[in-house]
Each structure stands twice: as C-alpha cells, then as structure tokens.
C-alpha cells in the first residue's frame, strides 16, 4: 500500500503544471487531495480527469493571498474529509528576464 493511501493533501496552485501533476499523482496513490487555485473552470476539468467520480477530489477556487479564502479551503476540507496530512504550498509564478529590465511592478 502507498505511503499516500487515505491521505488528504490540500494543494494550492493545483490548476496547472506542478501542481496539477502531484494532483493525479497523488490521487493514482490512493489519497484524497483538494484542488486550490483561483481559476475554478481548470479545476473542475482537472478533476474529471483525474477522478471521475469526484469522491476522492474537492475543488475550491480562491485566492492565496486573501487569508480568508485560505480558512475557507481548510474548513471546507476539514468538513468533507474530516482532516488535512499534506499541505503542498505551490501556487506561485515566476518571472523571467535580465535583471534590468525587470521593473517593480513586475
Ligand atoms: N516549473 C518550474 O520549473 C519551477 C521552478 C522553480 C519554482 N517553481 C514554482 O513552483 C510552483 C508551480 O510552478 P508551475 O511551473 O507548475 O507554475 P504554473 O503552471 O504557472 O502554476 C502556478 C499555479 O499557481 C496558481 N496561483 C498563482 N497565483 C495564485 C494565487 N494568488 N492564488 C491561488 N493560486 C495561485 C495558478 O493558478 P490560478 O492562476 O488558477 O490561480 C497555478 O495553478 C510556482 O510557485 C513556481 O514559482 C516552478
């Protein structure tokens, strides 16, 4: 049985790339994992995809920097499965460029 199995992982940035891979990673290991991003549309497909039956997988759009969008993922995870093992703080973006060129804003 996989270290993962029955685990509840919480993800944010689970809309695309790394985290969307760790998504269907985890769930293919058995764990019930929890999609955090803010766009909701990306989510619920990469839910179907990786779990048709959706039991295993809980959407919740929000935004990481909004402190209330966060207590409301815990809460809402806390209330369909009960606990959270893993929190796997993701979201994030990077930018790339010559140093110069790069303004604050950026
Ligand atoms: N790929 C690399 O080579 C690499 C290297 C070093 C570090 N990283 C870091 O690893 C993480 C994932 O990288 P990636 O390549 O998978 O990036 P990605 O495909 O651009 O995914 C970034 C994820 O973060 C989410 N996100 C961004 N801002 C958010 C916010 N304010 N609230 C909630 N979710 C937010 C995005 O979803 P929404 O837009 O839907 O909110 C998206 O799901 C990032 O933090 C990145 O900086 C990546």
Not at 48 to 61: A, D, M, Q, R, Y
Not at 66 to 93: C, M, P, S, Y
Request: with cysteine; glycine share 8%.
């Amino acid at each position: 049985m996989s270290y993962f199995s029955q685990k509840v992982a919480l993800i944010t940035g689970a809309s695309s790339g790394i985290g969307a891979a760790l998504a269907q990673e985890l769930v293919s290991q058995g764990a019930k994992v929890v999609l955090f991003a803010r766009r909701g549309d990306r989510l619920q497909k990469i839910a179907e995809n990786i779990n048709h039956s959706k039991e295993n997988v809980l959407v919740i759009s929000g935004d990481v920097t909004q402190e209330q969008d966060l207590k409301r993922a815990v809460h809402l995870t806390r209330e369909k499965f009960k606990k959270i093992d893993i929190f796997i703080v993701n979201a994030g973006w990077s930018l790339t460029g010559n140093l110069e060129e790069i303004c604050l804003e950026d």
